[in-house]
């Protein structure tokens, strides 16, 4: 058995470049918005079952699935957010397990921004946690993502804290500082976990 980390942190926090700092230590790591959209490709079983539940309104010329539009629809409607969590949550954790086993050596990360929300900590060997000031993620997500502000502050009203996340995690990676510290920091943590899951 591989052993499990689950890598989660607010929208914003800089997930990617902590998952990036693992990546070039060469251990594999798993993005969940990446197997999410594996599962909503034209073709696929889960595309049918959305398009068939939304309706084609959520496609793009393309016939792929809008999945940004798609995610402002169910973003204020509880009862279809629901809808599509039950769906695809439960495939997305099968996939995500099944790629850690067959392609990591002794750790893989599983990068998961709902991972304490979704209970799927349970499911992991250890939790690391990014953080970051709120003030920074709310450059970050309107410079890069060009997100509204207002955009921001509703989808971080439903989620986590970091100092409810923080209960949770086994180890924290600040990510308010050089890129070389974090590389720095995620070295140690690295270290950290060849010795704990060394078989």
């Not at 999410?36 to 398009?51: C, D, N, T």
């Not at 999945?67 to 039950?86: I, M």
């Not at 009203?157 to 990676?173: F, G, K």
Request: a neutral charge.
């Amino acid at each position: 058995m591989v052993a499990k980390i689950g890598l989660t942190g607010g929208i914003g926090s800089g997930k990617s470049t902590v998952a990036d700092c693992f990546r070039q230590l060469g251990i594999y790591v798993v993005d969940a918005d990446q197997v999410s959209r594996k599962l909503m490709q034209p073709g696929a079983e889960h595309y049918h079952s959305i398009v068939n539940h939304f309706g084609k309104s959520v496609l793009l010329d393309s016939g792929e699935i809008d999945r940004k539009g798609l995610g402002r629809r169910v973003f204020g409607d509880k009862a279809e957010r629901q809808f599509l969590e039950e769906l695809l949550h439960p495939a997305i954790r099968k996939m995500m397990h099944e790629l850690v086993e067959k392609n990591a050596m002794v750790y893989g990360i599983l990068e998961v921004p709902l991972l304490i929300e979704g209970q799927q900590h349970k499911r992991m060997d250890r939790v690391l946690l990014v953080t970051c000031p709120k003030h920074q993620r709310i450059d970050r997500l309107t410079q890069n993502r060009k997100m509204s502000t207002d955009m921001i502050e509703q989808i971080m009203e439903n989620q986590l804290s970091d100092e409810q996340r923080a209960l949770h995690a086994d180890e924290i990676v600040s990510n308010d500082r050089s890129i070389g510290e974090i590389e720095a920091a995620v070295g140690v943590i690295h270290q950290k976990y060849l010795t704990l899951f060394a078989h």
